[in-house]
């Protein structure tokens, strides 16, 4: 295995394959990867550990779940509340997916998921139902371009490594 910052290519191998069959086992990767099973079982959790690899879990579409719209929510926050307390609020709404502190015109980015513009209004009135939210900027998706993906950022890590 390598360093604690980086992955090998056999780690990178193992991801690949745990992306493209994410209900394969651990025996059936030793025997695809030519590697003990110890060893898969060895990477995974060292991967696991170290927070690379960060849950096996379904990858749920929730526009398939009937949450079709979706927006990037850009919040300005009151510096004396702080982040902590509008990242509680926030959490306690289903809608919010995400929330990242950002640098520039805001204070946290959003991705908020909702079943009709109408909707969405009404998750973004939730929002701002925080006494630390001082303004949104919504901008509405319109199309997905590119798909959350790590596969090629793996690959890249590991040629890193060499």
Known sequence: MTSEAGIDGLDARLIELLEAEPRIGVLECSRRLGVARGTVQARLDKLAERGV??????????????????????????????????????????????????TGQGDLLCRIVARTNAELQSVIDRVLASEGVIHATTVIALAEQIPYRTLPLVGEAARDQR
């Open 53 to 102: 690899i960060r849950g096996f879990g379904p990858n749920v579409d929730p526009a398939a779940l009937g949450y079709p719209v979706m927006a990037f929510v850009t919040l300005e926050l009151r510096q004396a509340v702080g982040h902590f307390s509008v990242a509680q609020h926030l959490g306690r709404i289903p809608e919010v997916l995400e929330a990242h502190t950002v």
